[in-house]
């Protein structure tokens, strides 16, 4: 039974790294064109970084085929899934990691519209709430202890222009942020 | 030794003097420690007050910045995981999982002692033997012997931190791919930008590291947090034992060695210096799949190379008037600015000035050792606050300074995929530092090998007719068919 969850992440993690090769190769025509002053021209250098993936491909899958399929297999493979063994609920787990990646992605896509002054003290304590924490104290402490440490450093000391957003009503918060409280 | 004291006598009797070296000292470690704001950064913002200072001044100004910003990242390299600079990456390899098995104090201590000792050997090099080094090393290493020098580090690269050798070559090649992508450094032919002017400059060097090493971090910790298996780490505040630095000599006096080197070559620089110098200390180890685990020799090799390549730097700008980094072409700028060409006649028209800069160099790296050696008692306790109130905290300081670099949020954009990537290929056992390494020596691998050929009418083989040239390139050869013929019988 686990030789098939074995041979599909094989050929899932082969697939992945030779497709990859593909794409590298194939969009290299783009830029394959007539030679400059170098001869061999822009593609001969990525194209034989994809060449080389390629092969390293085959021979990992090969070799992992024959250790992790092969029937006296000992070698089962991720740690990751022994470091996650034994833990009660794996859809709050799975929740929590999406919500762990997701998080930060929010913050950035939110960051030049909503700007960094506004976005910032939220996403601090949305992601100390993520990782545990549910004093009150602490989360409406930290983030502000942080955002003013990490503020003061990169625009007082090394002028950083951060972004103050571009949504009616943020840049308005930003604004009065600069020119008030600062 | 009598310019040497007359120039230490000049630097320690003049308070202006005396307060720029100090300035200088402090201002290079902090900005060195902050991710996305560098020493260059510090150089460039003071470039035009210079002109306010006699030249002297400038330039140990410039030399001290230099030999205290490449340390000043190693601290958070090690503690947090957000090399500060790039010559500190290799330094994070081990010295993060050092601290996460409560050796901090050890890693922080190792990587002052050796910044300190590689600094200070690297300055009584350069003041000795300037002029002789940098005549020899500059004729004897064209193009082919650099291209053939990154191929004998990329031959080891694979090694690290990978949980096998294909799994080594895989991120050593995805990195290779990454870098390809922006121009064509012969021609400036645009590669996979897809039209975006972005990617045109390719990817910016430091979003993607605080991405792969801080951001996938605090992803992996939030990841063991969550679940409940994360345990607490130990902080230890030992410093390296006299029997430890004497088990690791021979990885200072290579280090060191590698890092002079580096050093003197043009475009190679500290950052190169550190990768090829921990690639070595990883070939010459017996146990090698212990690096990129926690292994002292990583943080000594990186840190006393990084911090070698930094007096030998001086050498071709002092002695020929060849800048060989930005921090160099900057002190150029310097001299010009005063009227001045570095070059031979530079050590007869301005004794005075070339002997307060070495000086005020050997002094920096003795100053590294006091500073560091406190930084090594009180910064590491840091690690006793708790990780969920640190994670926001590393988060928000790569974040600001991912976008610090160019002011761009696509920065910011590239160091949170390069975070979710990084976790991704850590958790199917990759190799972040690996990545990281063909990432570093790709561009200068390419350039170098078009040069070549153009040199060599495009026969490769006519490479092997360079001696330097061979040599390295047989032992890059020979390392990748050992480590084949290793990984086959091992049913890897």
Known sequence: ??????????????????????????????????????????????????????????????MRWRTEIAPSFANTGLAAEVRTAGVASETANRLAMFANFALPLLYVLLLPRTGFYVTTPLFLAAYLALLGERRTKVLSLAPLVIFVLVDRVFTKLFYVALPTGNWPGFYDVSNWFLVTVR | MEPFLNGAAALFTDPTGLAIFFGGLFGGMLFGAIPGINMLTLGAVILPFTAGMTATHAIMLYSVIYCAGVFGGAITAILFNIPGSPENAPTAFDGYPLAQQGQAGKAVGAAVMCSAMGGTASAILMMTATPFIAKWAVSAFGPPEIFALICFGLSVAASVGAANLWKGWLSVLLGLLIATIGSDPSDGIARYSFGSYYLLAGIHFIPLILGLFAVAEVFIQGELMTTGTRQRIKVGLDFPSVREFWRLRFTVLRSMVLGFFAGILPGIGATLAAFLSYNEAVRWSKKPEKFGKGELAGVVASETANNAATGAAMIPLLALGLPGGALTAMMMGVFQIHGMEPGPLVFITSADLIWVTFAAMFFANLCILGLGWVQTKTVVHILRVPFRLLAPGILLIATVGAFAVRNLTIDIWVMYLAGIAGYLLRRSGYSVPGIVLGLILCGVGETRLATSMQMLGYDLFALFERPIAAVLLVLAISTVAYNLVQALRKGL
């Open chain 1, 1 to 62: 039974m686990a030789a098939r969850p074995a041979a599909s992440r094989i050929l899932g993690e082969f697939g992945i790294w030779a497709g990859l090769a593909a794409i590298a190769y194939a969009l290299s025509f783009e830029f394959a064109g007539e030679p400059g002053t170098y001869l061999w021209g822009a593609a001969s250098w990525p194209r034989g970084i994809a060449l080389l993936m390629v092969i390293g491909a085959i021979v990992q899958a090969a």
